[in-house]
């Protein structure tokens, strides 16, 4: 099974900063990766795809780069309603499966 | 507009079942990958299962396989998840989600239904 690990755990910047979000796997995922935002009491929503498209609708501030083991979200500049949790997830053929990583949770300093 | 709305959550003993349903509408059903991911009371995100857009592929996570079940009815536009031999550690919210064509990411999400295991 392939994990994926988010660091940081908790990002505590202001509104105009830029945020670097990392996911790391533990083995190569090639560019197999997905990054999703959820506020609290919402359903997560996809921002970026094959780790460095951005989904329908979502702002040109997020962007995604990466390949292998190591991607990155970032955030050119932070608007108050980009405070949330961040999650990258992973899809493989084989075995088939979808897996997430623990989050970052993004908070207004 | 894309609508994916869940229902069947509610409190259960250990050991009982539930079936939930998703009901979706503002797009071709018959034609999308489906899954079901879930999300334990303040912890991060879990894939469930996925069917294929006919129903004639099925995936579990380890963590489910052998009691939950995932189907379809594209007639019905409705998704399923009959879950058997239910445990605490299934408590969470539910979620359905859309398969992003042939990429295995999921681009659309319903707003969640809560499962609570408990004596």
């Known amino acids: 099974e392939i994990v994926l690990t988010q660091s940081p755990a908790t990002l505590s910047l202001s509104p105009g900063e830029r945020a670097t979000l990392s996911c790391r796997a533990s083995?190569?995922?090639?560019?197999?990766l997905a990054w999703y935002q959820q506020k609290p009491g919402q359903a997560p929503r996809l921002l970026i795809y094959?780790?460095?498209n951005r989904a329908t609708g979502i702002p040109a501030r997020f962007s995604g780069s990466g390949s292998g083991t190591d991607f990155t979200l970032t955030i050119s500049s932070l608007e108050p309603e980009d405070f949330a949790v961040y999650y990258c997830?992973?899809?493989?053929?084989?075995?088939?499966?979808?897996?997430f990583g623990q989050g970052t949770k993004l908070e207004i300093k | 507009e894309v609508q994916l709305v869940e229902s069947g959550g509610g409190l259960v003993q250990p050991g009982g079942s539930l079936r939930l349903s998703c009901a979706a509408s503002?797009?071709?059903?018959?034609?999308?990958?489906m899954n079901w991911v879930r999300q334990a009371p303040g912890k991060g995100l879990e894939w469930v299962s996925y069917i294929s857009s006919s129903g004639s592929t099925i995936y579990y996570a380890d963590s489910v396989k052998g009691r939950f079940t995932i189907s379809r009815d594209n007639a019905k536009n409705s998704l399923y998840l009959q879950m058997n031999s239910l445990r605490a550690e299934d408590t969470a919210v539910y979620y359905c989600?859309?398969?992003?064509?042939?990429?295995?990411?999921?681009?659309?999400w319903g707003q969640g239904t809560l499962v609570t295991v408990s004596s």
């Open positions: 989600a859309r398969d992003l064509p042939r990429k295995g990411y999921f681009d659309y």
């Open positions: 083995q190569s995922v090639s560019s197999y």
């Open positions: 503002g797009f071709t059903f018959s034609s999308y990958e």
């Open positions: 094959d780790a460095s």
């Open positions: 997830q992973q899809r493989s053929n084989w075995p088939p499966e979808h897996t």
